[in-house]
C-alpha cells in the first residue's frame, strides 16, 4: 500500500487467490464509507490504483471485501 500518507490516489498490491470483483472502501473515524469501489481481478499478485479519492485530510481506513479474504488497513489522507 502506497503512498501513505497519500493525496488523491492509493496503489495496492494485492495477491488474491481466487478471480472475483472485490470491492475497496475508504471509511473515516466515524464509521462512514467515503469512497467505494469493485475492482475486476483475477487470481495471483496485482497492482490495483484507488484514484479520485477526494475525502478531507485526516485518518482512514482501507476496507478490501474479496472472497478469501477481508482487510482493514489504516491510511492518511495528506493536507493539500
Do not use: C, W
Amino acid at each position: 500500500l502506497f503512498p501513505n500518507p497519500f493525496d488523491q490516489s492509493l496503489t495496492l498490491t494485492i495477491e488474491p487467490k481466487v478471480a472475483g470483483e472485490p470491492e475497496a472502501s475508504l471509511i473515516n473515524q466515524m464509521g462512514q464509507t467515503m469512497y467505494s469501489r469493485k475492482i475486476e481481478m483475477s487470481s495471483g499478485k496485482q497492482q490495483v490504483f484507488l484514484n479520485e479519492m477526494h475525502v478531507p485530510p485526516g485518518l482512514y481506513y482501507l476496507e478490501l471485501n474479496m472472497a478469501d479474504m477481508h482487510q482493514v488497513l489504516p491510511v492518511m489522507k495528506a493536507a493539500e
